[in-house]
Each structure stands twice: as structure tokens, then as C-alpha cells.
């Protein structure tokens, strides 16, 4: 399991590293961790692309796709046409590409597999082959559920959430969905131990809970949700891909007439089991989104703010428990399926309560500005932004988790903007935000601030134009997952809502075409920073030579103070790091 | 007409229970606005008046802040109003108390993709047993031939007939997937498992047709699985009725 | 243009010369009957979509027992069920067309034989989906938005009969046969069938209608030769089914 | 863990023991099928229970549970309170469905 | 600093190994799993109108023959590592192969009732009892199947690592036999669950 035995004879032949060893198969964390970022930034754009074509259908039903609508096969898109079948694989692979393969591998696998290791002054993970392991089952895992598109009847179509029966008598592409989404889960589980075992057992001398950086707080947590949240969808995954394969009917009752045929299995299933264990992990996964992505701007605003984060410990004691109430909630997501008024009032009232947390970290954050010296450079702007959008997602989660307004809103576009509130300008801003933030570590140069500034303004109005108008659509009452909404009176009736949010999609994709080429512009002639801290940083992973060498430290690092140590007073300058002995 | 029904906000509420839910959406929407507003305020004065310009040197210590603690213990204590004065209320009067057989109109809703079957008992009031194997091109509710209760019992497929300012008790199932009925003006979601007859109700006020929509993907034909609902005068209504069971067979063979 | 007229007659002209010997052979010719009258036939729903009922002026009946005047029998899928194995067929190059009209489908009941395109049409300004559900070939889901208005398929296996669904529409039902020959007919108003060029031989003919089931009987044809086969269903069959 | 090897030989003596208290353990359980007990709630109650002391000799000897480190006793507890919630919590749910 | 630190020895606050905590935290989300597929177990027999009772579709003998074959490898496994503590290597590896022999008698009987099922045309897709049976047995197979490489890894490459650091040996096969125990475990609760009610 370890690799001890690697090390000694690694330890004689550093140099003589091959490629593959150094850049593909790699044991090292900051390899691993730029892999992961590739390859989520990749599968992020992918998913991206498929909501675009998407928005194309919504806005202009039925006509033909421009410029690219011919490229597609006669059974998607006959005459550039959008048929519904595409349309619903879209939109189940957009929600599982930009969950699965995006935001998590790039929050948790990109940066906390860089940043965590460093900013506990580790030499690397715990176990670093099964950190290495863990990308190349996520990578398989994302290249069969991109491959679905091509297998006959066309990717996963039934909503990412993939709810039985429907998903049992869907077409092969489901099949695939389900085996991609078992190696999605093993990496997950792989990494979340190693994240675990690194932050418990590998924290430099000095370095208490209690003065571990914000963010390795929050990828604690997060891994905790992981570890223990998935493997209930990987038992549905089997169960499902039993249903599938080998006839047995966990999720199908007795007596299924599809399309006017009896469907011959044995019955007795539960179609609600399958939502049980699916919401079980999916509720969590909102938090395992959401807590990096805080853990992110809580450093990126204490070092931006030139002051000490407001209530650190609160944001802790915050942090846990919303990750343990996340375990207690996700039957809200079933309040339609008939049920009763004892468990609606349990997890409704759970509901109210996991608010309190995320509106504690929120008011924790707005008076960590008060008395600041605020920096807006770009990192500051996106996770500053991060704030504010994230408390429009988390405000309009309660008529939702209240089951009487949810009987007017329940699977309407509201919800599509209530947690894309949470998941887009939220937790993508602030991802954005911690790119442009430690840059600098990984390539030593910095991203251009003008490039920047561009996409940061354009993101920012791209992406509420797509998703403010959501909430007045989903409040007239047009239900999600349609592929054209003027089928109904009051579809047709917002409809200049829905092509001006996609007009906003275009926007958003147009702002990102900045951000590419901020990226590939920087790592090859970026402003080459002086130091090795070059937003003078309080946290350990500035200690280290830039770029970080295999082992990190040139020398064992040890930990002094809190790690948001700055503007002390009497301190020589306005920022004191972890690993400074005077101060 | 479709004017004034449908806009930009809460559509047109024709149901009993409805006000109730529009006023909490409402209160919801202002503490929302009010909580993001006043939050907003406070953070925008703080990037302004403390950015690096016009502060070049934070201050070390936390600001006190009593304010927010009483902000946080307000938004607790408004979230347990809204909870136990608002949302249970409604539900429980949703979901606990349905109207008793004899003053309600009970019908019976059978979603299948990408339909609605609307199940009506027919002139002696008592629904025919059904069960899936009868089900045929032709009798697509699957009712058992052999029951007698069954024979004057009639369908329509997308339409639901019911009287105004009467208690609508609808039995709910689905005969393959998960659909979910749900009537914008009726401030009404409710699914249809297969496997599972759900029981909810309603009571409309006003007259008039209004669209009834599949709210859970159901696959290729889900954004066209589209109903009507036709809220009639009583007397509209038993006319309509009448018609339908005049139209049923008289027993023998029809194809 | 040209060049694929000139394909196509090359293809026929071999196709003749291969199986020259059915040129000379005859025919099976007969009536279908239903004995017990017109019957009373259920009035569809089609108010489920306003679409479909904007496409007719009158209640539209169900057809799935039509029957006309001498009691003659419509929609009855007649073929040469056994006889024929071991020949091949060339697969005629037009294709069927199955049309949705006011939704509902225009053949009900049709033949194609194995491979033969089928050209599905969709002129009603709303969606149906067509969705046969075969027993033997591969079955499919094809969604046809209001804006498709042709779809081509084909069905490969042979397989009789395959039941034809529009999800959107659930009275929307047809039938497609598909067979290795191309000796097959469906009754028309005046409940005949017509199955010629047939080479000498002994056959069994079947006659499948969808609420009575198949009836059979032996026929032997010599070259040249007619004969004649009637079929009746009455409504006793309706149990043996 | 630098055990002496007079503690371990202790263990083995233990483990011993525990095995055999294992093998008799699950001739009692299958004995107790043979009974066939009229009430569900005794037979499952029985057969849990006598599962639940084999489990825990099995964690506990076996896999050293009886004197672990702190931070694993976490990890089971946090474990242990999901797990109960992933058995309990849809059962209820489904309990206090409207639907029949 | 290119050591990772604890690998070997136990952290002196937490007081165990990295590889330790890593198996017992694999081992919390095992728990999780299995969890998942109990929970769904007594879903689906709660919510059924009727479900067989184990020993009447079940063969009980074999599956108590396999209880017991499964607790005895479990005491093999865990007297491997108490022999490989007093520094006996040698003992350490025949207790090793009696726990690889007995998981493979385990899978061999598994094997014959699997096979009678299908003799007779029962499958998982017969009714939800099989549907579970199967799927539970079927991942708890795999598992000792996982087992079985592992131990098998280490006797291969067992005189090696020994002689490299007899600790970092010990601490393997530690953890490897808290892995089986835990396979033994999921069994005990299985057999009276789904032979026995």
C-alpha cells in the first residue's frame, strides 16, 4: 500500500526519471494535481459546450443549430436539427460532466492534491501510488462517459440524476453511464482516504487543527463527505447496472407496461429506493462543491483583505457541521414522490438548520473586509464575487426546502437557478479564482491582470443573464428538463426570458475564451514573479522554491502562529507567515 | 385571456390552498430581498471604504460585531416561523386531511409516456378494478373486463374535467416511469411512481382550461406530455359527464 | 440521376434474370370477410392533442375492425407464410412510406420485406414518435418533432407482425410485416388481396388481422394457373385468439 | 505498537479462544433457525443479535478494536452514526409515504 | 525532505501508521457500501408482500460449512501477524497459506451453490430474493477474491520485503488481515440475514 520501498530506489535514480515516470504515471501530488486540473478544466469546457448547444435549442426551438448543426450525425441533429433525444443526452451528460468530471476532480483533485500536501508542509500525499492511482481510474472513468455519445441510441438521457425506471429501460448509453460512474467513485474514495491520512498524520511540527489554513479545513471535511457518502451510489450504481444486465428489478415494481407491453421482469422493486441512495450521496456532493470552493476564497480574502480572517474557529466549528447536517437532508429533494408529514417536517426542519452554517460563514466573511486594506486584483475579484452569488444560491434554497412553496416550485426552472447560483458563480468563480491565485506557485509567472479583468467582467454579467431570468421563468411555473417550453401558455409566455439567458450562455463562453488565453499565454510569457511569495502569503505552501521541487521543502517546515497572520501590530511588515520564527 | 393568467411572476391562482402558498412565496421573496439587500449594503460600503487607497493599513483585531449576531438570531427565528406558521400548515392540510369519498369527486390520473389517462367512474360512481396485464391499444387503462363496475367507466386521455369550488380528490399512478402532474394555476406538483397509487386533492375557484404539465423528465416526449384541465360549472360539468357515457358502449363488442 | 436509373435497372434486370423461373408462375387471388357485420367501433380521444383533433371536422371512429359493404374485410395482412424457404427476394429499392396523417397512421397495416427502406412521414405539425416494438428486430424509440417531416428506416429480421406505437398519441397503432418475399398483400375497402408472379408450388397462406388473430390454409399453384383462397373471421374468433 | 512477546503469545491465546467461541456462536445461530419461531421481531432480533456478538468479537480481538488509537474510534463513530442513518432513514421514509 | 514520515512507524500523537488509518477509513466506506445494499435489502423485503424464507431456497449446510471456513481464516490471519511479531517468518507464511487455501475453499463452495441455482434455472433475475442474494454474495465473493490476490502478493514478495523492513512486512499483512476481517465480518452479518430469516 505505501511506497517506501520506491522511495529508497527512487531516492538513488532521481534523475533518471523517464517522461511517462515524471509527467504520466507520476507519484507526485503536484503532477497528479496538475493532471487532474487538466483534465476537469478539459471535461469543464466539454460540458460547457453541450449546454450552449442546449441553450441554442431552448431559445429557438426546432430551428436549425448554426454554423455547427451540420456537423453532428443524421440521428441527433437532422438537418442541424436538434431532435429530443439529443437534447435529454445533453443535458443528463452536461450535470454529470460539470459535476463529476469538473468541479470535483478540479476542487479536490486539482487543488487539493496540489495545495493541501504543501500548505500542511508535507513532503507529498500519504500514499502517493494511490494517489496516482486515483487519476488513472477518474481518467478512464471520464473518457467512457464522454465515449457514451457514440455507442448506439447515444449517451445517458435520463437527467443526471439518472431516476428509475426511466434509467432502466433507457437505451446502452445508461450502461456506460453507470460503469463510468463506478470508476468516478473508486477515484473519489481513493483520494478522499489519502487527503484524510495526509492531513491527519503528515502536518508539519507546529501546524494544530486549529491553525491548519481555512482551506485544508474545508478539504477535511469535504473528503469525509466523500468517503462516506459515495459508496451508497455505488451500491445503486451495481444494483442499477444489475437491473440493466442481468434482469433483476431492484428499482421496478410488478406490473410496468412500457409503451403498451408488459415489461417481463419479476418485480417488486422500488423506484424511490434508487433516490434514496442516489440523494444520499448527491445532497453531500452539493457540499463538497460548495466547502472547497469557501475554503478557497477564505484564503484568497484574508490575503487579499491584509487581515486576519473574522471568526476563524466559528468558520471551523461552521464548516463540520455543515458537513454532518449535509448526511440529514436529502429526502428534500423528494418531497413530491407521496411523502408523509413526519419525515417532510424532519427534513424540512433539517433543511432550515443547514442554512444557519452557510449563513454563518457568509456574515463571517462580509466582516472579515471590515478594517481591511483591500486588494482588487483578479483572484480578489472572483472570489469576492463568490460571496454575494453564493448567498443568492443559498437564499433561494429555502422556498424550495420549505414543502409548501416547493409544491409550486418543486423541478421548475427555480431550482436551475438556485443551485447554479450555488455551483456556477459560486463555487466555478471561485475555482477561477484560486487558478489565477496560485499560478504563480505552479509556474512561477502570473496570469495577465488584464486578460483578467476581461473575463472576470464578462463572466460576471454572462452568467447572471443566464441565471437571474431562471427564477422568474420557474416562477411562472415551466418545468425543467423541457425541450421547448412554448409547448406550454406560460412557457411561450417567458420566453424572451429564456433567449435572453442564452444569450447570456453565449456571453459566458465568449468571456472564457479570455480566460484560454490568459492561461496559455502565462505559462509561456507571464510576468515572471521575485519571490516565491509573490502575494505575500501567511500559509506554508509560500515556503517552498517556486516551482515546488519533488519533496516540496528544501528544508522541514515548521509552524509558528495561525495561519492568517496579517497586519499584526508591531510586526515589521503587514504579513507575518505560518513558517516565520520571528514576528 | 392568456394575458392576464400567465406572467412573469406567480401565474393566476384558481386553487383554495394556493393563497396560502403565494403569500408565503411573497414574504419568502421580501426577507430574502430584504436579508440580501441590507447584507449587500454593508458589503459594498466595506469594499469601498476600505480599500487599499483609502486604507492603506488593516486593522489586526475583529471588529465587534453585535449586529450580526442579532441578524443570525433573527433569520433563525424567522426561518422557525416560516416553518411551523407557513409551510406545515399548508402541507399537512395537503397531505393529512383529504376530503372524505362522499363530498369530494374522486377521479383517477394514469400517467404513461407521454400521456395522460384521465379515469372517470361512469354513471354508477364506482371504479372498475384495474390491473396492468388488461391494458391494450384499446383499453389503455387496463380495466378488467370482467368487472362489472368497470362497464359504464370511461376515459379521456389529456383532459381532466372537474367542477368548480368542489373538493377533487385525484388518485395518482403511473404505468411506467416517474411522471409528476403538475398544474402551475393549481400551485400543484405532485409524482406518479409506478407501483404506487398517490392520493392528493384540490379545490379550484375559478372556471376556465388551464395546461397541465410533466414536471419529471420522463423521456423523448416529456416536454409534450401535456394536459388540459377544464374547470366547469357543476352543471357544465355533469353535462359533459352525461355526453361521455352516452358515447360508452352499451356492453357489446366495440373496436 | 441517370447514373442510379441505369444502377437500378441493372440491378432489376439481374435480379430477373436470377429468378426467372417465378416470371412464369401464378397468382393467389381471394376475399376477406367478417361474417358478422360491421360492428360498433370507439370513438378516439383525439382532444388529447388539439393538434390532432384541428386535423379532422368529425369524431374520428377507431379503425381497428373496419369492415364494408358485403361484409368485406379491410386491413388484413395476407402472405405466403410457408413455402418459400430457401429463395431469396431482391429487395425492392422504393421504399414503403408509412404516413402519420391527423394522427393517425396512414397505411395501418403494411408489408415490407427485409432491408426494404420505409419511408416514415410526419406532415401533422406536432410530435409523435415512432416506436415499433419488435419481438425479433432491434427495436427503436425515433422521436419526430414537428419540424421532421421524413425519416427513413429499415427492418432487417423477418418478423410478423410488428406492432407500431406513438407514445405521444396512445391511439395511435399500426402494424408492420416484415417477410423475405415480396408476397404479401393487405385488404383494402373491398376486402380483396392480390398476391401474383408466384412460381409453382405448395404454400401456406396466412391471413393476420390485429383483433383476430391468423387463420391459414394450404394452396397449391401451378404455372400460369390462378386460385382463388378466401379467408372469413367472425366474432367467435375473438376467444380462440 | 512494540508489544513483547510475552503479550503476544497472551493474544494467541486469545484468538484461539475466540475462534472457538466464533465456531459455537454460529452453531447456535443456525440452531436457533431450526426453531422457527412463530414472531418475525424475535427471529430477526435473535439472529441479529447473535451476529452482532460475533461481529463484535471479531472486531474486536481480531482486528485490535478492544485497545485502538483514538482517531479510529472517530472514524467508527462518525461511520457508525451514517450508517444508522442509511439504514433507518429511507425505512422511515417509505413508513410515512401517502402513496399505497 | 523526500521521506514520507510515518509510513513505517506510528505518528507519536495519533499513535498509528499512515497505511493503518488508510485501511480503516477504506474500510469506513466499505461499511458505507455494504451499508447501501442492507438498507436496500430491508427495503425491498419490508415493502414486499411475500419473501421466501432463506432455508427453504438456500443450501443452510454449505453456508455454515463456509461461516466456519471463513472464521477459521480469520484466525489463520490474524496468527500470521502475532508469528510475524515474534519474528518467525516462516510460521508467519504457512499460517498465510492455510488463510489463502481456506478463502479458496470459501469461493470453491460458493461456487457449488451458485451452480445448483443455475442447474435449476434460477437466476438473479427469478424474483428480489435471488436478485439481492446474488448481488450481495456476488460483491462479498469479489472481495475475498481481492483478498486472495493480496495475501498472495505478499507470500510472493513476502522473503523480500522482509528482508528490506520487517516492520513495514509486519504492518502489511496487519493491514491486509484487517481487510479480511472485515470481509468475515460483512459474512457474519450475510449468512443469518440471508440463509436464516
Known sequence: MSAEHDHHSEAHGHHEQSFVQKYVFSVDHKVIGIQYTISALFFLLFGFCLMMMMRWQLAYPGEALPLIGTWFSEANMPGGVMVPEFYNQLGAMHGTIMVFMGVVPLAVGGFGNYVLPLQIGAPDMAFPKLNMASFWVFLPGGVIMLASFFVEGGAAQSGWTSYAPLANIAPAGQTWWLVGMIFLITSSLLGSINFIVTTVQLRAEGLSYFRLPFFVWAQFVTSFLLLLAFPPLEAAGILQLMDRVAGTSFFLPAGLVITGQPLEVAGGGSPLLWQHLFWFLAHPEVYVLILPAMGIVSEIVANNTRRPLWGYRTLVYSVIFLGFMSFIVWAHHMFMTGMGTAMSTFFQATTMIISIPSVIILTALALSFHGGSIRFNTPMLFALTFIPMFAIGGLTGLPLGLTAADLHLHDTYYVIGHFHYVVAPGTVFALLAGIYYWFPKVTGRKMSEGLGKIHFWLSLIGMNVVFMPMFSIGMAGVSRRLYDQTQYAYGAQVQELTIIGSYGAWLLGVAQIFFIINLIKSIRGGEKVESDNPWQATTLEWATPTPPPHGNFTEVPKVYRDPYEYSVPGAKSDFTPQFSEEG | ?255 | MIKQTIRVLGALGLGLALVSDVVAGGGIAGTVTFTDGPQKRRTLKLAADPVCASKHTEAVKSEALLVGEGNAMQNVFVYVSKGLEGKTFDVPAEPAVLDQQGCLYAPRVMGVMAGQKIKILNNDGTLHNVHPKPKINKEFNLAMPKFMKVKEVSLDKPEVMIPVKCDVHPWMSGHIGVLTHPYHSVTGSVGTYNLADLPAGSYTLTAWHEVFGSKSQDVTVSDGGSVTADFAFALADLKKK | MAESAEEIRHHIAVYKKVGLALAALTVVTVAASYLHIDSVAMTVTIALFIASIKGALVACYFMHLIDERAIIYWVLIITAVFFLVLMFVPLLSEADSVGI | MDEIPYDVKPHPVTGVYNAKLGIWLFLASEVMLFGALFSSYVLLRVGADTWPHGYDLLNVQLATLNTAVLIGSSVTVVMAWASLKLNDLSKAKVWLWLTVVLAGVFLVVKAFEYGAKFEHHISPATDNFYATYFTITGLHGLHVIGGIIAFLVLLIRGDKMWQDDSEHFTNRVECCGLYWHFVDLVWIFLFPTLYLL
Open chain 2, 1 to 255: 385571456m392568456q394575458q392576464e393568467v400567465y406572467g412573469y411572476w406567480l401565474p393566476l391562482n384558481v386553487s383554495a390552498h394556493g393563497e396560502v402558498i403565494d403569500q408565503l412565496i411573497n414574504v419568502l421573496h421580501v426577507f430574502m430581498l430584504a436579508l440580501f439587500v441590507g447584507w449587500g449594503v454593508f458589503f459594498i460600503h466595506c469594499l469601498i471604504r476600505y480599500r487599499s487607497g483609502a486604507n492603506p493599513t488593516a486593522t489586526y483585531d475583529p471588529i465587534k460585531a453585535k449586529l450580526s449576531k442579532y441578524v443570525e438570531i433573527f433569520v433563525v427565528v424567522f426561518e422557525a416561523f416560516l416553518l411551523v406558521g407557513l409551510s406545515m400548515p399548508v402541507w399537512s392540510q395537503f397531505k393529512a386531511d383529504l376530503p372524505a369519498e362522499s363530498e369530494a369527486v374522486e377521479i383517477h390520473v394514469m400517467a404513461e409516456q407521454f400521456a395522460w389517462n384521465v379515469h372517470y367512474p361512469g354513471a354508477d360512481g364506482v371504479f372498475g378494478r384495474k390491473a396492468p396485464q388488461f391494458v391494450t391499444p384499446e383499453n389503455l387503462l387496463g380495466l378488467d373486463p370482467d368487472d362489472t363496475n368497470g362497464k359504464d367507466d370511461f376515459n379521456s386521455i389529456n383532459n381532466l374535467h372537474v367542477p368548480v369550488n368542489r373538493p377533487i380528490l385525484i388518485r395518482l399512478t403511473s404505468k411506467d416511469v416517474i411522471h409528476s402532474f403538475k398544474v402551475p394555476v393549481l400551485r400543484l406538483t405532485q409524482d406518479a411512481i409506478p407501483g404506487q397509487e398517490i392520493p392528493f386533492w384540490f379545490e379550484a375557484t375559478k372556471t376556465g382550461g388551464f395546461d397541465i404539465a410533466c414536471a419529471q423528465l420522463c423521456g423523448l416526449g416529456h416536454y409534450r406530455m401535456r394536459g388540459q384541465l377544464n374547470i366547469q360549472t357543476q352543471a357544465d360539468f355533469e353535462a359533459w359527464l352525461a355526453e361521455q357515457v352516452e358515447e360508452e358502449d352499451d356492453g357489446g363488442f366495440a373496436f
